[in-house]
């Protein structure tokens, strides 16, 4: 009789090896982006899209191995960003864009739908990721958002890795941020500006709770210590068990003002209609009409996915509930 | 014939002089806080509530005269938030509360409900008016949200009036927070964490278009660059003239965490309830739910007001589209 009751343990705690959880536990699924923009297939070299893809699926694995062996959703989204954040091809952690002045100043946030907790930084050059300082600000203090110096003195405080500014430079930046000052490259300068490749991810974990997050080196050539949608709980990241996770990559502004991922849940939740159907309307009308370019990435509480951009191209990739694994960077 | 066309257009473009405006014009509301709290009249002398009566009146009257005299809702919440900025009243501007470390850091938004623009600084210490800083942020720079120093360069850059730190303070915040550090009187400290006199308002103009706008000085003993909901368009501040103007004052991380004004105005929207209805969903069911205290204040595109909060008191002040003027400090 007791050794019944080990075996039982045992397959009760044993972690689920396939993306197909046992009975009574919530199919899993997750969502990763690198960011929209004027992504071209005529323009990318056959080495860098490989690479991204490589990096997209890392990142994808990393986090779904997370919710494939009982993880929640919050440790899902912080492992799949910190891997994108630790690769100096997208504009978040190592590889931000520059800054006006030629420094990189980073904006982080997540968010746990179970409890709606969450935390962000906005404005830090030294925290090495800066996405786990937005969670340590979720755990470990009673605020939501911290900015700048205090963020660093803050994260710092509860033993995150902290680095030399120069750890964020790239060459590949530095030519971009170089070139948009000459004259002469305007019109480089007005396509690197549409380029928006902030990182993000959503996961919906065995508990069926789901959590959203997102990580930017935010504008080019940003100035006087502006912050993008990215730290912006509602704007850049929000997420609800009941109804959502998104994490959004864009024309920051404009998904400000339009609040977009908690507009794109309040659709769902109050309209009563399906999340990327409310996630098109959004992206497809309202910011169309207001002239700004974007995506998001979106997951319901049964593990639906929606990755919906007007932009050329979304780095995108997802597991859904059946284990199927997809990583896009063009449109269909 | 051309003496008559001068004569209507004389009629057309002078101003209104009444709270009810000639037939064809919107007919103007406007309402202001002075923020939520633990607000007992038995705690209250009689000096103090008159001095914050006065200044809530002269506030409201300032913010009127704009709208009867054809001015924007945008240009009457300016007005409305810089007089109560301007006097040590209250927790905005002059009479900031200090932050953990004794200086003064002010966070201010402003949005225009016609076309969703909108502006805001955070972690200022030395504009004298930050909601003119978020006013210019919308009007003269590309980005939304500027923060710390660099809206400060931004501010000084656009010929706003940058004041020494000193200015801020008061003997009032500087005995609340010099008691704060004293481990005998936790209780006190306890009590004053629980108000927040944020300030905000909301308009209504002739042309039916709605704008909201919220400053503060943050929580007492803030730490760490920390950013609470004033500054966060859909948290502290929304306005959008389809639907809804609101302002916010309460427990700000809660407020962003629950998208507080966007979420009140996506269930009007979306639900087609009356907005105060909105507004009283929120605050009474979700945010006492989530142990949140606070207020809003809500106008609609009708001139409908609402002034709700869950705490035991909120500074509040209103003239609806009749022109009936209240101003009212505890529970009814």
Known sequence: MRELLIILLLIISSPDMNAEPASGKHPVAIAIHGGAGTIIKDNMSAEKEAAIRAKLEQALMAGHKVLINGGDALDAVTIAITTLEDSPLFNAGKGAVYTYDGSNEMDASIMDGG????????????????????????????????SGSGAEAFSASVGLKLVEPAYFQTEFRRQQWENSHKPATAAIQSATDKWFSTVGAVALDQGGDLAAGTSTGGMLNKRWGRVGDSPIIGAGTYADSRTCAISATGHGEFFIRAAVAHDICSRARYLKIPLTEAAEAVIHKDLVGMGASGGVITLDPSGNIGLVFNTPGMYRASIDTRGKATIKIYRP
């Not at 830090?124 to 939501?144: C, F, G, T, Y």
């Open 115 to 146: 409890n709606l907790n969450a935390g962000a930084v906005a404005g830090v050059s030294r925290i090495k990721n800066p996405i786990l300082a937005a969670r340590a600000v979720m755990d470990q203090s009673p605020h939501v958002l911290l």
